[in-house]
């Protein structure tokens, strides 16, 4: 079970780090 979460929290963080990284580039 807590590799599952793990695994939530990293998929989590990664598409919220990709989501603003394209709002870094669109705002420029």
Request: with cysteine; proline share 4%.
């Amino acid at each position: 079970m807590p590799m599952f979460w793990k695994t939530v929290w990293s998929f989590l963080f990664l598409y919220c780090f990709n989501s603003f990284l394209l709002c870094m580039i669109d705002c420029r």
